[in-house]
C-alpha cells in the first residue's frame, strides 16, 4: 500500500468536546459544528463519536450535509443547517428532519408556507455582514417568528479568535439588543467565544475547530495524525537537483526519500520551502525540491536509516503548525487533505 495513513483520533475529540463544554455551565448546552465532513476528518465518525459522548445537537452548513448526519445517527440527535431553508431544500428538510437556521425573510416565507409548524431557527447579523438577519429586517419580522416558537436564536462572531478585539463586545451588544425579553434559547459562540468567557454562551454553544484539535483553542489534543510511506530513495551528489523546475540543488552529497504524497492531498505546494516532515524519535526531515501532485521529496541524509514512513501531522507538528507556515489557519489544512488517504480511527 502507498498512500498515506490519516490516523483520527477520536478519543482526543471527545477529549475536546467534553474540554470545551466544561468551559461553560452545566446549563448551558454543548453542540458539535460538523460540516464540511467533519472539518475534513469524516462527519460520520465524528458525529457517532460525539453523539455517544452525549452531544445532542449538531451543525452543518449545508442540507446535503445535514442528509448525510442524520444517515449516520439515526432519529433523535437535532441537525440545524446553518444556510437555512434553501430553494430545493424543503424535501431534504422534511424527511431526514432537518433544523434550517432562518437567515432572511425570503427564506421564512418558504419554510412557513413549505412546511408549516416545521421547527426552524433564526440566525441574525450582529455585524458580520456574512449569514442572518438584519436588525431591520429582524424588527419587521421578529413578532411573527417568535409566535412560531424558533428551536434557536443564534449569531456567528467575526473577530472570536482575537479575544481583544472590540468586535467582540460589539457583536454581544447587538446580539443582547437584537434577542432582549423573547424567551428563545441563544446561541452566539463558536470555539473562539467559549474561551472569552460566561456573558458569550447563552443557552448553547458550536464549537467545531477546538474539537478537531486547531486554535483558538491552544489547550486542544490533536485530532489528525498524518503519516505518509517511503517509496523510495536514493544518494545523489552536489549538483544534482531534485523535483520539477530543479529549484533545489545539492550542495553535498545527499539523500533523498520520495514520499507518497503531495498537493493533491492537501500537501500544499507553497508549504514546499518551509517543511519538514518528521522521522521517529522526533527528527525533522526538510523537503527539497517542488512538492509535486502525488510526491515530495525529502532529505534524509541524516539518518542512520531510510524510514519506513515519515508524519505530516502528529505530535510533532500540528495543523497550526502547518498553517502557520504558509499565512494560512487550522481550518484550511483540515479541509484540504483530501479522499486519498488510508483512514484509521484510533478510540471511541
Ligand atoms: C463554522 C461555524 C462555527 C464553528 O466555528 P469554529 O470556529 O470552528 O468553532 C460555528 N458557527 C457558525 C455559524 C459557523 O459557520
Redesign the pocket.
Known amino acids: 500500500m502507498s498512500s498515506g495513513t490519516l490516523t483520527i483520533d477520536l478519543e482526543a475529540l471527545v477529549a475536546n468536546w467534553r474540554a470545551l463544554d466544561s468551559r461553560s455551565s452545566a446549563q448551558v448546552e454543548t453542540a458539535a459544528?460538523v460540516?464540511a465532513d467533519g472539518?475534513g476528518l469524516g462527519a460520520t465518525q465524528v458525529a457517532r463519536a460525539l453523539a455517544r459522548a452525549g452531544a445532542r445537537r449538531f451543525?452543518v452548513?449545508i442540507a446535503e450535509e445535514g442528509a448525510a448526519i442524520r444517515q449516520a445517527l439515526g432519529p433523535g440527535p437535532e441537525i440545524n443547517v446553518?444556510s437555512g431553508h434553501m430553494p430545493g431544500d424543503t424535501e431534504m428538510i422534511h424527511d431526514l428532519q432537518l433544523v434550517p437556521?432562518i437567515n432572511s425573510i425570503d427564506q421564512m416565507l418558504r419554510h412557513v408556507e413549505a412546511l408549516p409548524g416545521a421547527p426552524f431557527g433564526v440566525?441574525l447579523d450582529t455585524g458580520m455582514n456574512r449569514?442572518g438577519m438584519e436588525p431591520n429586517e429582524w424588527a419587521a419580522l421578529q413578532d411573527i417568528a417568535v409566535q412560531q416558537r424558533p428551536t434557536l436564536i443564534?449569531s456567528?462572531m467575526a473577530c472570536?479568535?482575537a479575544p481583544d478585539h472590540p468586535m467582540n463586545a460589539h457583536q454581544l451588544r447587538m446580539f443582547n439588543e437584537m434577542t432582549a425579553g423573547l424567551n428563545v434559547p441563544r446561541s452566539l459562540a463558536?470555539?473562539?467565544g467559549?474561551l472569552m468567557g460566561p456573558e458569550y454562551h447563552f443557552e448553547l454553544t458550536?464549537?467545531?475547530?477546538?474539537?478537531?484539535g486547531?486554535l483558538?483553542f491552544a489547550e486542544a489534543r490533536p485530532v489528525a495524525h498524518l503519516s505518509i510511506p517511503v517509496i523510495q530513495s536514493r544518494w545523489i551528489s552536489a549538483g544534482e537537483t531534485v523535483g520539477y523546475g530543479n529549484t533545489w540543488t545539492a550542495q553535498q552529497d545527499t539523500r533523498i526519500a520520495t514520499i507518497a504524497a503531495g498537493y493533491a492531498d492537501g500537501i500544499m505546494r507553497l508549504l514546499g520551502p518551509w517543511l519538514s516532515l518528521y522521522a521517529a524519535g522526533g527528527v525533522p526531515c526538510p523537503v527539497r525540491g517542488r512538492i509535486s501532485m502525488d510526491l515530495i521529496g525529502v532529505d534524509i541524509t541524516h539518518l542512520p536509516e531510510e524510514p519506513a514512513a515519515l508524519e505530516v501531522l502528529g505530535m510533532n507538528q500540528g495543523v497550526d503548525d502547518l498553517a502557520g507556515l504558509i499565512d494560512t489557519i487550522g481550518?484550511e489544512i483540515l479541509t484540504s487533505l483530501g479522499g486519498r488517504y488510508a483512514r484509521r480511527l484510533h478510540g471511541a
Not at 206 to 212: D, E, F, K
Open positions: 459544528v460540516k472539518y451543525f452548513a446553518f437556521m440566525q449569514l443564534m456567528h472570536a479568535d463558536a470555539t473562539g467559549i458550536r464549537p467545531g475547530i477546538g474539537l478537531y486547531g483558538p481550518y
